[in-house]
């Protein structure tokens, strides 16, 4: 059996293969381009390769993405090994070809020097707990906003390029003191920021009322730069909040943002915001989390090297944005 990074044709089998499992309301068309742009962008160029697991005909049988992830546990500077869109061939699947992927992709990148293996399930835990993965808490809420009459007077702007380098600040202070972090430089915020968009800018006009979302990015501005921020997903199902940060630790401007984006539509009943709120987020005065439940995709981790993974929620940060 051989790994070999997918593409040519191989990779047009293994999109269609996955496309009625993976395709977000996109056509195959726009699928096909939502992922190859992804392995374009700066981050995914470096970060980001799909693999195909061949049989001895040279066959693929199975497939997944393998993402080295920039992380911190425990105070140090490491790489997870993301594993991402396992799939087996229908007619190849029960003969360990999704565990032997796994295996082989983990394989490769302790030697490239990943400490921890990770991926979200879709299919329950325990396929992965037998391959010694194990479950890691990520918290999903509803975010209630106190609605005023009228926004507050602040300055809520779209973000853009040119704000990265704040939005990582904020980031590197607000999860200082967690065991597990990602490391969010601006080029890995830029990544989650284009995928996002990309998926629905490919989104629009499909047919499917999945494929209706818009991903919009505010911040708040003082001085000349961001001092807090949000990316979220609009879609007619309600809103999802990806990622957000404040310079200030009580996140009142970040509060501030949301109220000022809920006054846009006054007259119209608040949608449904969702979110993975990390326990170490300070939760702004103007808000509240409520329906707190395990979120429903569920993280794994798999030590590969001497270290211990995280156990509670409290332990890790992690946004929805970096959902892979
Ligand atoms: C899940 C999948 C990758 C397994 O591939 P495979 O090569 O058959 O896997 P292996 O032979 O290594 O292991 C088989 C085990 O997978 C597990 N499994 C397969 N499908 C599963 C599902 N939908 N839910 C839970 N477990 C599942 C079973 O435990 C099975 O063991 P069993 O044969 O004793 O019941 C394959 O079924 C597939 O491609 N599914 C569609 C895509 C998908 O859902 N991928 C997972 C994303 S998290």
Redesign the pocket.
Known sequence: MQLVTADGPILEEILDA?YP?WHEGLTRDAYARWNAAQLRTTWGADHLRRFALLDDHGRW??SAKRYLWPIRLDGVDAVMCGV???????E?????????I?ERLIDQSRREGAAIAG??????D???E?LGFRTVPLDEVDVQVERRNGAPAMLVRSGDQRDLPALASMHATRSANVRFVLRRDPSLIEYALTKKRLLAGLGQGAADSRAQRQTEFFVAEEGASAAAYVVLTVSPAGWTLEEAGDRDPAGARLGAILQVLLAREPSRAAPLIRAWWPPAMPVPPQMRLENRVPARDIFMLRPIADVQIPSRAEEVFYWRSDYF
């Open positions: 996955t499992v049988v199975a991402g869109a396992v799939f087996t061939r229908t190849a699947r029960g003969h360990g070809y999704a565990a032997m796994i991926l979200f399930s879709e299919i329950g325990r396929f992965y037998r």
